[in-house]
């Protein structure tokens, strides 16, 4: 199993320039979550879905759009990068359970630079 | 969302047992206590999880007394690998919620 992989790893945009962060998991996982880490930092939520076809707002939603099409994946849009979004961006995956706190699989980020 | 006050920093030496305490007063009934471990340039990793008492796995152990209202994450005889940042979450997944990690206890190791 590859785990949860993020797609690019490095990127660096303009002012206003648009992108797409692609995360993928190949464990079957119910829940899908986007955070971004600024130095020095903790994780903040961006978005989160609990299942295919939903998504639903976390911490820091603006600026970004979120979607997920099939269970395996789950996109991150930025329409239109300012530089108070250079950032790491980080995806994570969980199962479900009846009770408990489902543990989270991080993928290993993307690295990104709005200049 | 019950809100976790945790130290910024922490130092320590090879070989020492290391004692990071989280408080959460509010934690509610349905509650779980949950650690991570971020290295530098990577995501974070699950540790341990618990709900009250005692909890011990091949990494650390978690102590939750018996009002729940702290927990003291425990790792025996550290050493420089686990210089790391350590997260302290607290909550439920019950229904259409997720847990938001704070900033964290940065763990030095020193030889």
């Known amino acids: 199993n590859a785990g949860v992989t993020q797609t690019p790893k490095f990127r660096v945009l303009k002012t206003g320039q648009s992108m797409t962060l692609l995360c993928a998991q190949d464990?079957?996982?119910?829940?899908m979550y986007w955070y971004r880490q600024d130095p020095g930092m903790g994780l903040r939520l961006i978005h989160y879905?609990?299942?295919?076809?939903?998504?639903a707002k976390g911490e820091v939603p603006d600026g970004y759009n979120v979607s997920r099409l099939k269970k395996q994946n789950f996109l991150l849009g930025l329409e239109s990068a300012a530089p108070s979004q250079t950032s790491v961006y980080f995806c994570?995956?969980?199962?479900?359970?009846?009770?408990?706190?489902?543990?989270?699989?991080f993928g290993p980020g993307t690295r990104l630079t709005v200049t | 969302l019950a809100k976790t006050t945790q130290p910024i920093s922490m130092d320590s030496y090879e070989g020492q047992e290391v004692n990071i305490t989280c408080s959460h007063n509010?934690?509610?009934?349905?509650?779980?206590i949950t650690w991570y471990q971020q290295f530098p340039s990577q995501g974070p990793r699950f540790i341990i999880q618990?709900?009250?008492t005692k909890v011990t796995n091949e990494v650390a152990s978690l102590f939750i007394p018996a009002d729940r209202k702290s927990s003291t994450l425990s790792l025996p005889r550290v050493s420089l690998s686990d210089t790391a940042v350590y997260y302290c979450?607290?909550?439920?997944?019950?229904?259409?919620?997720?847990?938001?990690f704070g900033s964290g206890t940065r763990l030095q190791v020193q030889p």
């Open positions: 464990m079957n996982h119910e829940y």
């Open positions: 509010n934690i509610a009934t349905n509650d779980y």
């Open positions: 994570a995956s969980s199962y479900t359970r009846d009770r408990g706190v489902y543990e989270q699989y």
């Open positions: 618990g709900y009250k």
């Open positions: 879905s609990v299942g295919e076809g939903t998504t």
């Open positions: 979450l607290v909550g439920a997944y019950t229904g259409r919620r997720a847990l938001t």
